[in-house]
């Protein structure tokens, strides 16, 4: 498979809890980008890796958000004491050049 | 502040019909441009791009789009539209400068082709 993965593909938890994604981007992107997507909006930048570095956080990413990416290759992306307006789609994305973005296809977060 | 505006929430086109979706941007610089696709419960799919060079775009699936700098527009078209392409459609911009190349987002429009 030559894709982005992303798994879960959903998860519904209760409010509160803690839920962990992850995305595996296409093996020879240095690049990786989460977004997240509410309904009916476009999808929004949370934050950006190259390599193992995280360059930049959007300010949509509050102190119970964390990512990770160790070695380069997958990602994480942990929410802590999930709350109702966490429910979204979590899109992963990878790429090699700066204009070869590869989505995945999304996490879908339900929060109850 | 850098933007995407795509002004409909949703296009209505019979098929066989030419379609067109409307994006419009505001970012500093000479942009990237793109357009992608999504279906129901899925990710992104790319369409096409514009980065430099000839002012339309060709992409998949039969779509095209013009870039306009002067009106700041890169709107998505197709000459004869399809039922399977209706769906949601996105149009993004990576600003030139700044920013370590995420994409930028419009809020979507929604292409209902009808038989």
């Known amino acids: 498979d030559t894709g982005v993965s992303q798994n879960p593909r959903h998860k519904i938890t209760k409010r509160g809890q803690n839920v962990t994604f992850r995305c595996d981007p296409i093996?020879?992107?240095?690049?990786l980008y989460w977004y997240r997507q509410t309904l009916g909006q476009g999808p929004e930048f949370l934050t950006y890796?190259?390599?193992?570095?995280?360059?930049?956080k959007s300010r949509l990413l509050s102190d119970r958000f964390s990512a990770e990416r160790p070695k380069g290759s997958f990602s994480t992306l942990e929410i802590q004491r999930t709350e109702q307006g966490d429910s979204a789609m979590y899109l992963c994305?990878?790429?090699?050049?700066?204009?070869?973005?590869?989505f995945g296809s999304g996490t879908r977060l339900t929060v109850v | 502040a850098q933007s995407v505006a795509q002004p409909e929430d949703q296009v209505n086109v019979a098929e066989g019909n030419p379609l067109t979706v409307k994006c419009t941007y505001s970012?500093?610089?000479?942009?990237?441009l793109f357009w992608y696709v999504q279906y129901p419960n899925r990710g992104l799919q790319f369409l096409l791009k514009?980065?430099?060079?000839?002012?339309l775009v060709k992409g998949s699936y039969g779509f095209e789009a013009e870039f306009n700098k002067s009106q700041t527009s890169f709107h998505l078209k197709k000459p004869s539209a399809l039922v399977s392409d209706s769906a949601l459609y996105f149009c993004?911009?990576?600003?030139?400068?700044?920013?370590?190349?995420?994409?930028?987002f419009g809020a979507g429009t929604r292409l209902a082709v009808h038989p």
């Open positions: 994305a990878s790429t090699l050049t700066v204009d070869g973005y590869t």
């Open positions: 093996s020879e992107h240095n690049r």
């Open positions: 890796f190259q390599n193992e570095a995280q360059l930049e």
């Open positions: 970012v500093s610089g000479n942009p990237y």
């Open positions: 514009y980065i430099t060079g000839d002012n």
């Open positions: 993004a911009v990576r600003p030139f400068s700044g920013g370590y190349n995420k994409l930028i």
